[in-house]
Structure formats: structure tokens, C-alpha cells
């Protein structure tokens, strides 16, 4: 038997996402990371060297995983709701960016 929550939708998950990024350096390390992968597909397909798509996830995911182990000793959301988490991720990208979260 699982210990695992179930989340029927995005709006139940999205507070428990915020509670596994209670610490600052983790989520300035995401939103470092996610505006870093914005930077890299956007020259990507700019430049046409579409190669630099496959880094994509080693850059969003690596500043978000040193965030996680380090700053906030937890195990990143991704290994056990991928998809909420990665909604999670632009979701709490964009509230950083309008300043509904602090970072």
C-alpha cells in the first residue's frame, strides 16, 4: 500500500507543490532554471541548432534537483506526479515573475 496523496486536480496540488518549496535558494534555483530553458529552446529554434532542445530537461531539471537535495533536503515532486510537478514548475514560475511568491 501506497503513502502517496492523490490529487484529482491541479488546483488540490499546486499548495502541496508550494509546501516542497518552502526554501528560497530552491526556488530561485528553479526559476533560474526555467528561465534558462527559456532562453536555450528560444535560441534553439532562433538559431536553428535544434540539437540544444535535448539539453532542455538537464537544464531545468539540474538547477531544480541541486535546489531540491540541497537547499531543501526533500525529493522533487517530478519522481512521484511528473505532470502536476511540471505544471507546478511554470505555475510557480510565473508567480515569482508577477510577485505572488518571493524569490
Known amino acids: 500500500m501506497s503513502n502517496q496523496q492523490t490529487f484529482n ?25 526555467s528561465l534558462l530553458v527559456l532562453i536555450v529552446a528560444a535560441w534553439a529554434l532562433i538559431s536553428g541548432k535544434l540539437l540544444w532542445l535535448l539539453a532542455l530537461p538537464v537544464i531545468g531539471y539540474g538547477f531544480a534537483w541541486v535546489g531540491h537535495f540541497k537547499f531543501e533536503k526533500n525529493r522533487p515532486a517530478t519522481f512521484k506526479y511528473p505532470l502536476y510537478s511540471l505544471m507546478g514548475d511554470w505555475v510557480m514560475f510565473r508567480d515569482m515573475l508577477i510577485g505572488r511568491i518571493r524569490f
Open 9 to 33: 486536480r491541479f488546483s488540490e496540488f499546486y499548495p502541496y507543490y508550494l509546501e516542497e518549496h518552502s526554501d528560497v535558494t530552491c526556488r530561485r534555483l528553479h526559476f533560474v532554471g
